[in-house]
T-cell receptor, first 112, second 114 residues
Framework: EAQVTQNPRYLITVTGKKLTVTCSQN?????MSWYRQDPGLGLRQIYY???????DKGDVPEGYKVSRKEKRNFPLILESPSPNQTSLYFC???????????FGSGTRLTVV | AQSVTQPDIHITVSEGASLELRCNYS??????LFWYVQSPGQGLQLLLK??????LVQGIKGFEAEFKRSQSSFNLRKPSVHWSDAAEYFC????????????FGAGTILRVKS
């Protein structure tokens, strides 16, 4: 089944403890992206990648890192999480620029 | 920069009634336009998209949307709403000049009353 898989689905962590949210797609898509969703704000792009080893900042990149060493994987790293990073995170992938994204099921992160 | 406005935060319609969700965007060149739906606790599912050609596009689940360049709008419509359509709907805009960055509106929550 063609899909974007994120793990974990739920995560509660403490301030300052490094964490990684994994994202993998099995559709051979070139484009991948991370979004965070907050009530009343819709989805805001954190980082995106147009191909292996090519990444760029979105609208809200502060406090996040990404890497794209393989085409299928695009992990999101929070080196020192803070409570304002409590949010619902989505990974997405797309074959081409105007195809629209396929989204993962989301990761609900709580930082206490 | 791109921006997307969904003027209605909540909309309530009766089952069987018609639906129109509004979306306005701000961008100079020809945008790529999308509508997504998100059911509670789920990810986003693509309903339909427009990037060129016929300005009336058909999507899944009986939805359609019309691109009106003069009004910078891309409104989503459905002639007869079903209770299962209750969800949150997001309009999104992209453009070639911005790579694969999509900008999303804040969303419209649709409630369906029986």
């Amino acid at each position: 089944e063609a899909q974007v898989t994120q793990n974990p689905r739920y995560l509660i962590t403490v301030t300052g403890k490094k964490l990684t949210v994994t994202c993998s797609q099995n559709m051979n898509h070139e484009y991948m992206s991370w979004y965070r969703q907050d009530p009343g704000l819709g989805l805001r792009q954190i980082y995106y990648s147009m191909n292996v080893e090519v990444t760029d900042k979105g609208d809200v990149p502060e406090g996040y890192k990404v890497s794209r060493k393989e085409k299928r994987n695009f992990p999101l790293i929070l080196e020192s999480p803070s409570p304002n990073q409590t949010s619902l995170y989505f990974c997405a992938s797309s074959l081409r620029q105007n195809y629209g994204y396929t989204f993962g099921s989301g990761t609900r992160l709580t930082v206490v | 920069a791109q921006s997307v406005t969904q003027p209605d935060i909540h909309i309530t319609v009766s089952e069987g009634a018609s639906l129109e969700l509004r979306c306005n965007y701000s961008y100079g060149a020809t945008p790529y336009l999308f509508w997504y739906v998100q059911s509670p606790g789920q990810g986003l599912q693509l309903l339909l998209k427009y990037f060129s050609g016929d300005t009336l596009v058909q999507g899944i689940k009986g939805f359609e949307a019309e691109f009106k360049r003069s009004q910078s709008s891309f409104n989503l419509r459905k002639p007869s709403v079903h209770w299962s359509d209750a969800a949150e709907y997001f309009c999104a805009v992209g453009a070639r000049e911005y790579g694969n960055k999509l900008v999303f509106g804040a969303g419209t929550i649709l409630r369906v009353k029986s």
